[in-house]
Nanobody, 123 residues
Framework: QVQLVESGGGLVQPGGSLRLSCAAAGFTLDYYAIGWFRQAPGKEREEVSCISSSDGSTYYVDSVKGRFTISRDHAKNTVYLQMSSLKPEDTAVYYC????????????????WGQGTQVTVSS
């Protein structure tokens, strides 16, 4: 069964860090770009970051540049999102999803969405 499973969310104080994991099952990540999206209550789903399989190129939305880092571990078939200097506005459910080879910037280009992991940034 092809699926992506997110983990690593939680409650963290402003300025803190979390590392999210997106583990692939039933397929290899070698041929797919993986995107991280987030959705806060009452807001549209937003692409936060993406990493391509073809050349490892990355994308970050402006609001997280310099604070978030996306990476992949081919041996573990997992993509990570390291989040630092977290802000209350980063609070959302974070999802990962796949698209063939190169990053895309529209949610409809992605499939095999995970169940999401909640990130709450609050004091």
């Amino acid at each position: 069964q092809v699926q992506l499973v997110e983990s690593g969310g939680g409650l963290v104080q402003p300025g803190g860090s979390l590392r999210l994991s997106c583990a692939a099952a039933g397929f290899t990540l070698d041929y797919y770009a993986i995107g991280w999206f987030r959705q806060a209550p009452g807001k549209e789903r937003e692409e936060v970051s993406c990493i391509s399989s073809s050349d490892g190129s990355t994308y970050y939305v402006d609001s997280v540049k310099g604070r978030f880092t996306i990476s992949r571990d081919h041996a573990k078939n997992t993509v990570y999102l390291q989040m630092s200097s977290l802000k209350p506005e980063d609070t959302a459910v974070y999802y990962c999803a796949k698209t063939p080879f190169r990053c895309a910037h529209y949610a409809y280009s992605f499939d095999s969405w995970g169940q999401g992991t909640q990130v709450t940034v609050s004091s």
